[in-house]
């Protein structure tokens, strides 16, 4: 059925490989961690994603917005090679790495082994603790899965991410199941890694808070394509009470539906209503 054109890179600064029939591997102009070109993602006879463009650039901190069931897990399936049912071009590092919201840690491996798990070779247990002690876990090593709170759980599975040193690192709403604080801490603590690693990040969520607190580029997936993006051009660290992220965020808000959010999606935005409208609408989601 499909045709899997799905391919690595095989620099791993990022430059992409040429797949194009007959053609040997080079670097394509763009030097992009990431591209996709027509991608379309088809489940029956319903395309979730279809013919979906998206560059993200090597060191790039994207976030990506869409209503629930846009597709969004979808893509990041794919990009991260764990779907390849696809039809298009996508082009991804070699070395890229994926942490889900349910952080899926073996229950009968301890944390360290569950670091290291599906990792090439025989990697050593070295490795896990300094992947750990970047997440601030090293001291939970030999801790069974079950015996960590949610927040631990979800950094041990970013330091399973980070043990494979990758160039794309891809995070489905890892925060999600988090309480607030916890949640506050592992965004700082993603930042931080992304700025210490310097690796191409592509963040879904559902939080446009969060998108605009940590993303170079904040993106919204509608009918299977990236249909709306914008640039956060803000300094970090960023401030919610900064008019323009109260404008940036009631733009978002207004792209992914949610009434009221802004008068003409244009920026003509008040940004008080818009914050009184955020936390509305934050209150309305914790409700
Ligand atoms: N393996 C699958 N088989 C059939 N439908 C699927 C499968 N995976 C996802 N879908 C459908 O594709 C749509 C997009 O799903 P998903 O990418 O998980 O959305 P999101 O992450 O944006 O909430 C949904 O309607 C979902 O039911
Ligand atoms: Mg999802």
Same mark, same amino acid.
């Given at each position: 059925m499909a045709t899997d054109v799905h391919r690595s890179v095989t620099d791993v600064h990022g430059s992409v490989t040429d797949t194009a029939a007959g053609k040997d591997p080079g670097s394509a102009p763009s030097g992009a961690a990431v591209q996709v070109a027509g991608l379309v993602r088809a489940f029956g006879d319903r395309a979730v994603i279809d013919d979906l463009q998206l560059t993200v650039q090597p060191g790039e901190f994207v976030a990506l917005l869409g209503r629930s069931g846009c597709g969004k897990s979808t893509l990041l399936r794919v990009l991260a090679g764990l779907d390849r049912e696809i039809e298009g071009e996508v082009l991804v590092p070699r070395r890229k790495a994926v942490a889900f919201q349910a952080p899926r840690l073996m229950p009968w491996k301890r944390v360290w082994r569950n670091v290291l798990l599906g990792l090439p070779g025989r990697p050593e247990r070295e490795a896990a603790v300094t992947a750990l002690d970047e997440v601030g876990l090293g001291h939970r090593a030999d801790a069974w899965p079950k015996t960590l709170s949610g927040g631990e759980a979800q950094r041990a599975s970013l330091a399973r991410a980070l043990v494979r040193e990758p160039d794309l690192l &891809? +995070?489905?709403?890892?925060?999600?199941?988090?309480?607030?604080?916890?949640?506050?801490?592992?965004?700082?603590?993603?930042?931080? &890694?992304? =700025?210490?690693?310097?690796?191409?990040?592509?963040?879904?969520?559902?939080?446009?808070?969060?998108? &605009? +607190?940590?993303? !170079?580029?904040?993106?919204?997936?509608?009918?299977?394509?990236?249909?709306?993006?914008?640039?956060?051009?803000?300094? =970090?660290? =960023? !401030?919610?009470? !900064?008019?323009?992220?109260?404008?940036?965020?009631?733009? +978002?808000?207004? =792209?992914?539906?949610?009434?009221?959010?802004?008068?003409?999606?244009?920026?003509g935005t008040d940004p008080a209503e818009a914050e009184a409208e955020a936390t509305e609408d934050r209150s309305a989601a914790a409700a």
């Open positions: &891809l +995070l489905d709403e890892p925060f999600g199941a988090l309480d607030a604080l916890t949640r506050i801490k592992a965004q700082r603590l993603v930042a931080e &890694l992304w =700025r210490e690693r310097g690796c191409a990040v592509l963040l879904v969520t559902h939080d446009v808070e969060e998108a &605009l +607190l940590l993303a !170079d580029r904040a993106l919204v997936m509608e009918g299977g394509r990236i249909a709306y993006e914008t640039t956060v051009d803000l300094p =970090r660290p =960023r !401030d919610i009470a !900064d008019p323009r992220f109260g404008a940036l965020r009631a733009r +978002l808000l207004d =792209r992914l539906g949610v009434e009221g959010s802004t008068d003409d999606g244009a920026g």
